[in-house]
């Protein structure tokens, strides 16, 4: 990937070698890392010191230092240019840093939190009965809710998504493939809440139905049908044309072609594709609490009555404040967290087993 | 159709009439269906501009108040009164605090992982940093909500004392950090993904006799970055950002969960208070009537527009660029 990696090692390389001669004195090669190493323990020194209770403060001030440091130390040392480069390699190094640390704190945060009310009983039991204010119940109507209304959400957008990039891929000229294409990008971008209104102006406003969790999966689907096109066309279009042809010149019609040689020579691809839009559904709440409405019981049965679902659980414990609650938004997150989780590592894994044989 | 076909085709020739003309018969169908399901998503997108309208139309004709101008929302009074003066202001401010944020980091990562990460760790690397798109937006909530807010208050105290002269920066109100300034903060580390990852794709197709060309002439990494890299990319990075400020925009959950909302504008990021179009519609839906209702789908058209025409935009740039294909992330 880092392409520009291998023309630098050759550029660095003598600057070590060659201590005297050619180049002036250079910071060591573990100038970077005794700098960082530096900086952190003056950051929660300064941060421990001043008596400053935020994190985020110490590790702005440690990341800052660092900055400092760096380019005064190799301005003094080498000289300006090297000191830009320096500081450009230390700026990209603290952003990459600042990316990872959010991630981290958030897992760890649920799972720290998440783990306190998170047993074998949560997973089996509903909220019914269970008043907001006291210790127990659990998840199990919400999970249940979460997969059903994901899997028929799939069943809905993963055939249609197939489709239309089958349709782009092998089909698709003019101005129709465009314009397809265009609004399949753009419908990528839209807001999970106003999929949500549309189901409510046509399904339940239009039509007269009640909430349900069907409802709450057709929103869903709206928003999984451009994630699975998208991602299929891709890996239609690594299917090398060698097969196409080869097929059809033994006389194949072309849908049989499309169905027996390019599918399932793509097929690992688009399963990952197709399961990576589920782990970004499997989260989506805005949607569900417009449509399916939240209940405490289970209810089995996506097409009648009020359903409930993770996020929307999640979202409903949090908003009653007190610590059981708490407790219970954090351990359903944990679940949430590890079902997505699972899927995206299922979806990756898929991916690389099933990795598309090109000559590229 | 398809249960017919198959047998003859395999027990029949290729030449043989019968054959082709199931075959034909077989393709007609498939490419139609194809076809249809392609004008379906087309059908969708129509029919969500359309619906829309038709509600918001409803909910407009009856509003006592200006829909643009009016800073209240009593869509459910009698006579109704309601006006997105205030969510209009909140979602762009707190969109554009995230751009400022994470578009920066954003590409710094973007660098780290095509041209700084050692080659073996870029993979691995960047596959955390799409970890981050995974979370779902409700688990960012509660993150920020009870984990971040708390940590922030520090940084509040700083900005505040030291950036205070801004008016910007100025807090005016004693308590928690339930600001626009921190739903802007949470809104860049979720759009952080899908920047970075375009971001990265461009990066990546710089051409290398360039890249090759400023280290022969003694150009240092930054140079080579500075005068090669970024010049190529930028299209890639404008489109990246417009992206990620479609996200931004539309977000819901994370804001609904932080902010505590007011109908107030203030142009003080750090005070508690505002509001956004999602926000907006989650936290008011389940008092509302019918009529409240149709004004909350009037302001989930207006935010429809919105992402539409930034995304529309985004598309577009990337669009002019034909050798670049990441831009399906």
Redesign the interface.
Known sequence: MSHALQDQRPARAPKSAAPAGLTRGGLPRWAPAGIAALSIVLGCGIGVLADLHSKIQWGLIGAILFLVITYTASAVIENRRQAKDRIATSIVWVSFVLAVIPLLSLIWTTVSRGIKALDGDFLSHSMNGVTSFEQGGGVYHALLGTIEQVALATAIAAPIGLLTAVYLVEYGRGSLARAVTFFVDVMTGIPSIVAGLFILTTWNLALGFGPSGFAGSMALSILMMPVVVRSTEEMLKLVPNELREAALALGVPKWRMILKVVLPTAIGGIATGVMLAVARIAGETAPIMLLVFGTQLINGNPFEGAQSSLPLYIWEQYKVGSDASYDRAWAAALVLIAFVMILNLVARGIARWKAPKTGR | MAST??TQ?DQAP??SKS??S???A??K???G??????????V??A??AI??T??ASIALSKNEGNFLTTFDWNASANPPVFGIAVLLFGTIVSSIIAMAIAV??????A?????????KL??P?????D??A??????????G???LV??????NL?LDEYLGWTYVFDKTQVGVARSLFTVGILLA?MI?PIV?SVSREVF?QVP?MN??AA?ALGA??????RMSVLPFGRSGVISASM?GL??A?????AVA?VLSPSFLINGHILDPGGGTF?QN??AK?DEAN?FG?DA??AS?LV??LL??L???A??LII?RRKDF?G??A
Do not use: C
């Open positions: 076909t198959p085709i290729p030449v054959a082709r199931t075959g034909r077989g393709d169908i498939f490419a269906l194809s076809k249809g399901s392609g004008i379906l998503l087309l969708i997108m029919s969500i619906f829309l038709y509600r920066p980091i954003a590409v710094g990562i660098l780290f992982i095509s041209h700084y990460a050692p080659r870029a993979a690397l960047a596959y955390v940093v970890l981050l995974a979370v779902p937006s409700i688990i960012y909530g509660i993150w909500a009870l984990f708390p940590q922030l208050a520090g940084l700083w580390i952080l970075t990546l290398r890249e090759e280290l240092t990494r930054w140079e080579v970055i992206l479609g996200r925009l539309g977000e819901t959950m969960t999602a519609i989650a839906f019918e209702r909350l789908i989930g935010l429809f992402t539409l930034v995304n529309g985004a598309r669009a294909s831009a399906n």
